[in-house]
């Protein structure tokens, strides 16, 4: 599309001015298109300058979420970007294209969501500018009880993302959630269609939302409490589209190794639940207490209950209190 080889030129050169005449003889196209192009960019947020006998500038300091801005990032290869300004929901929208047989690595990513959802059937707020969500497709050779691996790879994946873009320590709560001073700011959802004949997993859908900033207005009354954002006010260039790119080059090369001894390390160590009193939910039940004691490799929850059991806690909910 015309529209993204005008944004990729503008991009290698933030800051400097490059003319209409110059662009369009690059992309072999006609002025016209390229005043187009430029004009679309700039209604879908790009800040982009345009002075007469200069020609068009990206300004810098700019953190708009898009496909040719996140492709500019990325290490590995095997990954295809899909932006969509607005969205149902990644996960839902992907796993449609999972059943149509999209390959492995096809990844949509979003500025908001208008279902969002996240485990147990919640809703997960998805407002626009100041998040991502996204959602990667994945086709292992796994049986169904393996699939937890891959929810603790994109827990370290989303963990170190963040760490390498901000000057923070990201902890993990069992099984999937990303915390930050007592806040979440991450919450992850793996999806999975089983192929009933073999018994493995026909796909996997690694769904992930990171509050990058806090919205406009604050986050609604009923999270006001837990929720938290990973970034203050301070603009920071290509942020988002940064972020994303990190966590999807890091999924991909650790969904290829989730039995790394090293993955699992890292995922114990920032663990914040080991050693700690916490609440194991079950649905239609009331919260029992107990203690977080160790983590297995296969990452199930290994808690003793307050009679003195102890129990191996495979997948569920678990609440602790910071």
Same mark, same amino acid.
């Given at each position: 599309m015309i529209r993204e080889e005008v944004l990729a030129a503008?991009? /290698?050169a933030p800051g400097d001015f490059i003319s209409g005449g110059d662009l369009a003889a690059g992309l072999g196209v006609t002025r016209s298109a390229v005043w187009k192009a430029v004009s679309r960019l700039r209604q879908e947020g790009w800040p982009i300058e345009s002075v007469?006998? =200069?020609g068009h500038r990206l300004n810098g300091g700019h953190d708009v979420l898009s496909a040719e801005g996140i492709r500019r990032f990325l290490t590995r290869p095997g990954l295809d970007v899909r932006f969509y300004p607005v969205i149902s929901s990644t996960n839902t929208v992907l796993k449609q294209l @999972? $059943? %149509?047989d999209a390959p492995e690595g096809l990844a949509l990513v979003a500025g908001s969501q208008t279902a969002g959802r996240g485990r147990l059937g919640r809703s997960f707020y998805s407002p626009s500018g100041s998040g991502i969500y996204l959602s990667l497709l994945l086709r292992p050779s796994l049986k169904a009880s393996e699939a937890v691996r891959f929810t603790a790879?994109? +827990? #370290? +994946? +989303? +963990? %170190?993302a963040i760490e390498s873009l901000a000057d923070v320590r990201v902890g993990i709560k069992w099984v999937n959630d990303l &915390? $930050?001073? !007592? /806040? =979440? #700011?991450? !919450?992850i959802l793996t999806e999975a269609? $089983?192929?009933?004949e073999s018994g493995r997993l026909s796909y996997m859908i690694v769904g992930i939302g990171i509050n990058t900033r806090v919205p406009a207005g604050d986050f609604p009354e009923d999270i006001r409490d837990t929720a938290? @954002? #990973? &970034?203050?006010? @301070?603009p920071v260039p290509d942020l988002r589209n940064r972020l994303a790119a990190g966590v999807l080059d890091r999924l991909m090369a650790y969904s290829a190794r989730p039995d790394d001894p090293a993955l699992f390390e890292s995922y114990r160590r920032r663990s914040v639940v080991l050693g700690r009193p916490i609440r194991v939910l079950e649905p239609g039940k %009331?919260?029992?207490?107990a203690e977080a004691l160790e983590l297995a490799p296969d990452y199930s929850l290994r808690v003793r209950m307050a009679d003195g059991s102890v129990r191996l806690l495979h997948s569920g909910e678990i609440s602790i209190r910071f």
């Open positions: 503008l991009s /290698r007469p006998r =200069k @999972a $059943l %149509e790879c994109a +827990a #370290v +994946a +989303a +963990a %170190e &915390f $930050l001073g !007592g /806040r =979440k #700011v991450c !919450g269609g $089983l192929d009933l938290g @954002a #990973v &970034f203050g006010d @301070a %009331e919260p029992l207490p």
